[in-house]
């Protein structure tokens, strides 16, 4: 061989190998599909579409008109599906001018992953993570039979392709309502078990969609509930334990509350380490999304946010909750809550769910792998490293 053949081959050898480890480095996982899971935090129109539709002032930020998000405006799900270039995501259950070419969203409010014995009257939910997982997979088959029955070719483009299913990312954003409950049950049974339990069930309905095809997992911890303002002495004026040293932290967040969600979190990380091991053909992210919430409210001020205990819509006084959305009369008076001057300086759209300016500064935080486990950016969680 010449010296320059020599030199010129090295060089190539070289550069395939560097080339090599970009793409390993940087691999970008092109998802054209997504899947979610999960509760009002990422509701795109289930409840409304199933139930009562979502009215004014929800969805005045960004669409201008209700369209069955508990926001003002876009929720983090929302922020996903831009950030990896993907359209709005349609629920599952909406019939009503929706396109599922790129993805259905299967989540919707007050669901859980432990079924409840409570009408939704009472809170409870018929979409709980495995009936959600259930749709799904009925939305795969018959799907399905569009791309292998001739009469099904009209249908095809309005569908993912069958083999978008195993290429797709699966995003999960479920528990916070389980851990109300648990929180409802403290000194009547042991949370300990309550959360060991709703964590065991969350595996078994991870390993069903696995069965089902899935193989990226992204899946979102539950946030600090002991911060959501209504669960605030502020707003509770019954509740006498404020002046209980250890009750509030720092953020006025009701800590034995967010130390249950802590729970729960470490649990879940333990139980997504196993799941890696159970399925090394499947990446599995765990995003700390507890972390992500409570260094917004711990930096509310910095950040150009208000007081993180404000709520811009919802009366909630003098022991006393209107709801937004909701009117009610107290003490001959009729209270209609309307929503305040400007959203985008609160963390607390309601009370219970972050308005659109919080979910975009958190889903800014959240995607670039920041918060994850391994620390990898949505759009190359597809990698597997384990
Ligand atoms: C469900 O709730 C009803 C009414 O509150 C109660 O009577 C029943 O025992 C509960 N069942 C279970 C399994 O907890
Ligand atoms: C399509 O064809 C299959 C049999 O190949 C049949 O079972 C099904 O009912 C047909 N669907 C429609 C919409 O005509
Ligand atoms: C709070 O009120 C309850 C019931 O009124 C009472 O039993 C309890 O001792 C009070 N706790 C404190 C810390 O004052
Ligand atoms: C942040 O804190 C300063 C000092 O207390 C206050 O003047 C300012 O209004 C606060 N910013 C917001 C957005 O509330």
């Known amino acids: 061989m010449s010296s320059l053949k020599y030199f010129t081959a090295i060089v190539l050898l070289i550069s395939w190998f560097l080339s090599i480890q970009a793409e390993k480095s940087s691999k970008s996982c092109e998802f054209q599909t997504i899947f979610n899971f999960g509760d009002s935090n990422s509701d795109t129109g289930s409840m409304s579409a199933a139930f ?14 209700a369209v069955g998000r508990a926001s003002d405006g876009r ?55 495995d009936i959600q997982i259930v749709q799904f997979s009925n939305f795969k088959s018959r799907t399905g039979k569009f791309f292998t029955q001739e009469n099904g070719s009209s249908y095809r483009k309005h569908f993912p392709k069958p083999e978008d299913f195993s290429k797709a990312i699966y995003t999960f954003d ?15 049974e042991d949370s300990h078990v309550l959360i060991s339990n709703i964590v065991e069930y969350f595996s078994t309905q ?16 539950t946030g600090p509930i002991g911060c959501l303002p209504v669960a605030m002495p502020i707003h509770n004026a019954q509740n006498n ?32 380490v196993k799941l890696r091991e159970q399925f090394l053909d499947t990446s599995f992210i765990y995003v700390d999304m507890f972390s992500a919430k409570y260094e917004l409210i711990s930096n509310a001020n910095k950040s150009g946010f208000v007081d993180p205990s404000k709520i811009c819509c919802g009366y909630h006084e003098d022991g006393y909750h209107v709801y937004c959305g ?9 209270i209609v809550p309307g929503s305040c001057d400007d959203p985008s300086k609160y963390i607390s759209w309601d009370g219970v769910h972050y308005t659109e300016a919080a979910n975009h500064w958190i889903a800014n935080r959240i995607l670039d792998g920041s918060f994850s486990d391994p620390p990898l950016p949505i759009s190359q969680s597809c990698q597997i490293t384990h």
Not at 174 to 188: F, L, P, T
Not at 206 to 221: D, E, K, M, V
Not at 246 to 267: H, I, P, R, T
């Open 241 to 272: 334990q404020t002046q209980v040293a250890g009750y509030l932290d720092q953020n006025g967040c009701v800590n034995y509350q967010n130390d249950l969600a802590k729970e729960f979190n470490k649990k879940l990380k333990d139980k997504v």
């Open 52 to 65: 009562y539709p979502a009215i004014y002032p929800f969805g005045e930020t960004f669409f201008h008109e």
């Open 75 to 129: 929720l983090i799900i929302d922020f996903i599906t831009k950030h990896l270039g993907l359209p709005f995501l349609s629920a599952y259950i909406n019939s009503i001018g929706t396109t599922y070419r790129h993805g259905a969203n299967f989540a919707a409010g007050s669901s859980t992953i432990m079924r409840q014995n409570k009408t939704i009257f009472e809170g409870g939910t018929p979409f709980t993570v």
């Open 326 to 334: 909701n009117k009610k009369t107290i003490n001959g008076k009729e």
């Open 174 to 188: 479920i528990g916070q309502n389980d851990i109300a409950d648990v929180i409802s049950k403290v000194g009547k």
């Open 206 to 221: 991870i390993q069903s969609l696995h069965f089902y095809g899935a193989r990226t997992f992204w899946i979102h911890n």
